[in-house]
C-alpha cells in the first residue's frame, strides 16, 4: 500500500512566483493536515481537511496561502506569490479517523521550498 | 500558546550509550505524548507514544513522563550509529486533533 506521497520533492522559485504543492494521502484516509517546518524551527501546523471541509485552518499563516481538496482525494497548497520567508519544508499527513497520531497517522517526505 | 521545547542539540554520544533526549511542555491540559524520528530528507516516523505518567519501554527505547513537572523523555539504550537522526516530540491535549510539534533534537551516534 503505497504511504502519503508529495510532489515535488524540492522546488525553488523566484521570489514573487507561484507554486503549488500536493499531497496524495492514503487511499481510504479522510483526514489530511498540512505542517511546515521552517529551517531551525519547529514543524508548525497549517490546517487540516476532513473530506474536502477544512475542519482548522488556524495556523496558515496569510492570505497568500490557499489549499484546497476537491474530491476529498489529493490536496493541494498554492503560495502566491511567494515571500521568502515561506522557504522552508511543507509536511502532509493522513489519517483516517480525525486525531488517531498514535496508531494511523502517517507523514509524507515532505516538499522543500527554496524562494530566492 | 502552546510551546513544546526541546534543546535542538546535536546531541553526540558513544555507540553503545544511552542517549537521553528530553521535552518540555507549556499546556497542563497535555494527555497524549509522541516521539517521532526523522532521518534527513525522510518523512518522520512515530516511535513512542504514552500517555500516564512513568515509563513505557520498547525494545531499546524507552519514554518517560511527569504530567506534574511537564516534561517527557525518550531514553535510547545501547545506541547504534542508525539511530543518528533528528527526534521530535509531539504533544496533544485532549480536545485536539492536532498535536504541537517541538524544534527536534539532533541525534548523532559515532562508532
Known amino acids: 500500500e503505497a504511504g502519503v506521497t508529495q510532489f515535488p520533492s524540492h522546488s525553488v522559485i523566484e521570489k514573487g512566483q507561484t507554486v503549488t504543492l500536493r499531497c496524495d494521502p492514503i487511499s481510504g484516509h479522510d483526514n489530511l493536515y498540512w505542517y511546515r517546518r521552517v529551517m531551525g524551527k519547529e514543524i508548525k501546523f497549517l490546517l487540516h481537511?476532513?473530506?474536502?471541509?477544512?475542519?482548522?485552518e488556524s495556523g496558515m499563516p496569510n492570505n497568500r496561502f490557499l489549499a484546497e481538496r476537491t474530491g476529498g482525494t489529493y490536496s493541494t497548497l498554492k503560495v502566491q506569490p511567494a515571500e521568502l520567508e515561506d522557504s522552508g519544508v511543507y509536511f502532509c499527513a493522513s489519517s483516517q479517523e480525525a486525531g488517531e497520531w498514535d496508531t494511523e497517522a502517517f507523514f509524507g517526505q515532505g516538499t522543500r521550498l527554496t524562494v530566492v | 500558546q502552546k510551546e513544546v521545547e526541546q534543546n535542538s542539540g546535536p546531541l553526540s554520544v558513544p555507540e553503545g550509550a544511552i542517549a537521553s533526549l528530553n521535552c518540555t511542555y507549556s499546556d497542563r491540559g497535555s494527555q497524549s505524548f509522541f516521539w517521532y524520528r526523522q532521518y534527513s530528507g525522510k518523512s518522520p516516523e512515530l516511535i513512542m507514544s504514552i500517555y500516564s505518567n512513568g515509563d513505557k519501554e520498547d525494545g531499546r527505547f524507552t519514554a518517560q513522563l511527569n504530567k506534574a513537572s511537564q516534561y517527557v523523555s525518550l531514553l535510547i539504550r545501547d545506541s547504534q550509529p542508525s539511530d543518528s537522526a533528528t527526534y521530535l516530540c509531539?504533544?496533544?491535549?485532549?480536545?485536539?486533533?492536532?498535536?504541537?510539534f517541538g524544534r527536534g533534537t539532533s541525534l548523532i551516534v559515532h562508532p
Open positions: 509531539a504533544v496533544k491535549s485532549g480536545g485536539s486533533y492536532i498535536p504541537t
Open positions: 481537511f476532513v473530506k474536502e471541509s477544512k475542519q482548522d
